[in-house]
């Protein structure tokens, strides 16, 4: 059994019937707790990586192991994002119709977790995130850096040990950037979660302790 | 302390976003419910009024033709009836709907002077008519919308009638109906010799034996004499009388139609949401909703569209069934009435409509891989 809380075992993923080979062959190991950003030009197959290890997609061939169990096959992908896993993306994905404080709670929209409980989870995460101002209104009333920070605060819902971030400050100014990057590596250390980052930015891919690059779907470095 | 987002309001949300859309996609379904409870209501008034026809009138036993399209029994069945020790009185008759103006038709029954039918009826003016001489009398509805009285004539076919006397029925039928000398109808409509039935009183149960055997029993004795014939009790005559059973197919034939096309707006509806909100169910997806319950959000927001558009419905078809119990044209068989069973089935059909219209587009967001979904364009 891994002592590694995330694992992929040759792991490759093709498109188009193969004429697309994204990733080709990758190996890697995450402990718990790690803070672990990935980099690499477009097309090198960071973001593939990202959503595998996510359980958002299937591998070709290869493994994802999520505390030794192979995901897709020991585990339900859909109880896996749901309880393990959080996502933070760059276009921040916040659905419209829902109020900031609503955007937060829809990851337990249908559950059995009791109403009232739910709204406090809610608000105690936009406190978290300094937005207690910010409960009711629409993404649309809200600036780029509130929004990713309403996404923080979704991702966290339920509770995950692992944080996923695509690219999150892909779409905001060096001050948001900043902020957002404050935020997640602030939680990362409080809540011992491991946290991995997309990201093209050097300078918050080198601030990890461990940074990968990645160049035409493998590990380079 | 802020609101909880369920999933009904999270489906109210994503059904509001659109709201033109939403509102022309409950026009549709509604029309469809209102065509429902408009022509459901109808047919349902209908039978009633035959079956508070023949409580009013005391009839217990309908004797008919054992076929669907040849109405007629032969006259000289009457007196055959007549002899069974089980029967008081069997009654001839003649029903049929006749123009009495250009614009009105009527119900139009013939009897016999001395039938029990006529007992029923409470004259409010003017007297019986006798024998089969060319006289009629008119139901209270129909001498208002007739504007007739106890002296006037009223043509019919051809032949000129004297209005004798006003009655007020237990019906809407027969307050809206026309009664004239079995003779004269069956001259009119070409039946001599023949009637469209018998309308039978039964003498009282002997003591002791209940109402049920001894209906039973009358039905036997009615059947062996008249083997051609078919003995139905009224209660149940006036759900399989041949107009009433046509204006159930009519009713419910009809507003399948508006139905179907109410359910393709849901289908639409849904179709283009789920189209419009790829990427966002793949955010879903993303978010740890399972396939099942995203299924279950946008079968909601279909059952959702269903109900608000049947709520609608109800309304237009109650107010079209007063509208039928008003004007001239139909007052005289339309009840207003709406019993809440019908209510109950225009609101379950709404809702069945809303989830069949929504299934295909339900499952089709519930297949879609949350990574395609959220690179959708």
Same mark, same amino acid.
């Given at each position: 059994?891994?002592?590694?809380?995330?694992?992929?075992?040759?792991?490759?993923?093709?498109?188009?019937?193969?004429?697309?080979?994204?990733?080709?062959?990758?190996?890697?190991?995450?402990?718990?707790?790690?803070?672990?950003?990935?980099?690499?030009?477009?097309?090198?197959?960071?973001?593939?990586?990202?959503?595998?290890?996510?359980?958002?997609?299937?591998?070709?061939?290869?493994?994802?192991?999520?505390?030794?169990?192979?995901?897709?096959?020991?585990?339900?992908?859909?109880?896996?994002?749901?309880?393990?896993?959080?996502?933070?993306?760059?276009?921040?994905?916040?659905?419209?119709?829902?109020?900031?404080?609503?955007?937060?709670?829809?990851?337990?929209?249908?559950?059995?977790?009791?109403?009232?409980?739910?709204?406090?989870?809610?608000?105690?995460?936009?406190?978290?995130?300094?937005?207690?101002?910010?409960?009711?209104?629409?993404?649309?009333?809200?600036?780029?850096?509130?929004?990713?920070?309403?996404?923080?605060?979704?991702?966290?819902?339920?509770?995950?040990?692992?944080?996923?971030?695509?690219?999150?400050?892909?779409?905001?100014?060096?001050?948001?950037?900043?902020?957002?990057?404050?935020?997640?590596?602030?939680?990362?250390?409080?809540?011992?979660?491991?946290?991995?980052?997309?990201?093209?930015?050097?300078?918050?891919?080198?601030?990890?302790?461990?940074?990968?690059?990645?160049?035409?779907?493998?590990?380079?470095? | 302390?802020?609101?909880?987002?369920?999933?009904?309001?999270?489906?109210?949300?994503?059904?509001?976003?659109?709201?033109?859309?939403?509102?022309?996609?409950?026009?549709?379904? %509604?029309?469809?419910?209102?065509?429902?409870?408009?022509?459901?209501?109808?047919?349902?008034?209908?039978?009633?009024?035959?079956?508070?026809?023949?409580?009013?009138?005391?009839?217990?036993?309908?004797?008919?033709?054992?076929?669907?399209?040849?109405?007629?029994?032969?006259?000289?069945?009457?007196?055959?009836? +007549?002899?069974?020790?089980?029967?008081?009185?069997?009654?001839?008759?003649?029903?049929?709907?006749?123009?009495?103006?250009?614009?009105?038709?009527?119900?139009?029954?013939?009897?016999?002077?001395?039938?029990?039918? #006529?007992?029923?009826?409470?004259?409010?003016?003017?007297?019986?008519?006798?024998?089969?001489?060319?006289?009629?009398?008119?139901?209270?509805? #129909?001498?208002?919308?007739?504007?007739?009285?106890?002296?006037?004539?009223?043509?019919?076919?051809?032949?000129?009638?004297?209005?004798?006397?006003?009655?007020? %029925?237990?019906?809407?039928?027969?307050?809206?109906?026309?009664?004239?000398?079995?003779? +004269?109808?069956? +001259?009119?409509?070409?039946?001599?010799?023949?009637?469209?039935?018998?309308?039978?009183?039964?003498?009282?149960?002997?003591?002791?034996?209940?109402?049920?055997?001894?209906?039973?029993?009358?039905?036997?004795?009615?059947?062996?004499?008249?083997?051609?014939?078919?003995?139905?009790?009224?209660?149940?005559?006036?759900?399989?009388?041949?107009?009433?059973?046509?204006?159930?197919?009519?009713?419910?034939?009809?507003?399948?139609?508006? #139905?179907?096309?109410?359910?393709?707006?849901?289908?639409?509806?849904?179709?283009?949401?789920?189209?419009?909100?790829?990427?966002?169910?793949?955010?879903?997806?993303?978010?740890?909703?399972?396939?099942?319950?995203?299924?279950?959000?946008?079968?909601?927001?279909?059952?959702?569209?269903?109900?608000?558009?049947?709520?609608?419905?109800?309304?237009?078809?109650?107010?079209?069934?007063? #509208?039928?119990?008003?004007?001239?044209?139909?007052?005289?068989?339309?009840?207003?009435?709406?019993?809440?069973?019908?209510?109950?089935?225009?609101?379950?059909?709404?809702?069945?409509?809303?989830?069949?219209? %929504?299934?295909?587009?339900?499952?089709?967001?519930?297949?879609?891989?949350?990574?395609?979904?959220?690179?959708?364009?």
């Amino acid at each position: 059994m891994s002592d590694s809380l995330l694992e992929v075992q040759d792991l490759r993923k093709s498109y188009e019937d193969g004429q697309i080979q994204a990733l080709v062959g990758v190996d890697l190991k995450v402990a718990a707790g790690d803070y672990v950003s990935i980099s690499g030009a477009s097309g090198s197959g960071k973001s593939t990586l990202l959503q595998l290890l996510g359980g958002l997609d299937r591998p070709t061939s290869g493994k994802v192991l999520f505390k030794g169990a192979n995901l897709g096959v020991d585990v339900d992908l859909d109880t896996y994002r749901s309880n393990s896993v959080g996502f933070v993306f760059q276009a921040f994905y916040l659905l419209a119709s829902l109020r900031a404080v609503e955007n937060v709670q829809v990851p337990w929209v249908g559950t059995k977790i009791p109403g009232k409980e739910r709204a406090e989870r809610a608000e105690a995460l936009m406190v978290e995130m300094g937005l207690s101002h910010r409960m009711k209104n629409y993404p649309s009333q809200l600036s780029a850096g509130e929004r990713q920070r309403v996404a923080i605060a979704r991702s966290l819902a339920n509770n995950p040990e692992v944080l996923l971030a695509d690219e999150p400050t892909g779409n905001l100014d060096s001050v948001n950037s900043a902020k957002i990057m404050d935020i997640l590596t602030g939680l990362q250390a409080k809540r011992g979660m491991t946290l991995i980052v997309i990201t093209h930015e050097d300078s918050i891919a080198e601030a990890a302790p461990r940074h990968i690059r990645m160049r035409d779907g493998r590990i380079v470095a | 302390m802020s609101a909880t987002l369920t999933l009904a309001d999270f489906a109210w949300k994503n059904v509001w976003r659109r709201r033109m859309r939403t509102c022309l996609t409950l026009c549709g379904i %509604g029309m469809g419910i209102a065509a429902f409870v408009a022509l459901v209501g109808f047919s349902h008034g209908f039978e009633q009024a035959w079956l508070k026809m023949y409580e009013s009138a005391g009839t217990d036993i309908d004797v008919v033709q054992k076929t669907f399209m040849a109405t007629t029994v032969a006259e000289s069945a009457g007196p055959i009836l +007549q002899a069974l020790p089980e029967v008081a009185q069997a009654s001839p008759v003649i029903v049929n709907m006749m123009d009495v103006t250009a614009d009105i038709n009527a119900i139009v029954f013939g009897f016999r002077d001395d039938s029990f039918d #006529l007992d029923a009826m409470k004259l409010v003016a003017g007297r019986r008519f006798h024998g089969d001489d060319a006289e009629v009398m008119l139901g209270q509805l #129909l001498a208002d919308n007739l504007a007739k009285k106890p002296g006037d004539t009223v043509d019919i076919q051809g032949t000129t009638f004297k209005v004798v006397g006003v009655y007020t %029925g237990g019906s809407a039928i027969e307050a809206g109906a026309l009664v004239m000398p079995l003779a +004269q109808m069956q +001259q009119l409509a070409s039946m001599q010799g023949k009637v469209t039935a018998f309308h039978v009183k039964l003498k009282p149960a002997a003591k002791g034996e209940s109402t049920d055997d001894w209906m039973h029993k009358a039905e036997a004795a009615i059947q062996a004499a008249t083997p051609e014939l078919r003995a139905v009790p009224a209660n149940e005559r006036a759900s399989s009388n041949q107009l009433v059973v046509l204006a159930h197919a009519a009713a419910i034939g009809t507003s399948a139609i508006a #139905l179907l096309v109410g359910a393709m707006g849901i289908a639409n509806t849904m179709a283009m949401s789920v189209f419009e909100r790829t990427k966002e169910i793949g955010v879903l997806r993303a978010l740890g909703w399972p396939a099942r319950r995203v299924m279950g959000l946008i079968l909601v927001e279909a059952a959702g569209l269903g109900i608000s558009g049947g709520l609608v419905g109800i309304l237009g078809g109650w107010g079209a069934l007063r #509208l039928m119990s008003v004007i001239p044209a139909t007052k005289n068989i339309a009840s207003a009435s709406l019993p809440p069973a019908i209510l109950a089935e225009a609101l379950a059909v709404a809702v069945l409509v809303g989830l069949a219209a %929504g299934f295909v587009p339900a499952w089709r967001a519930a297949r879609l891989s949350p990574v395609e979904a959220m690179r959708y364009e």
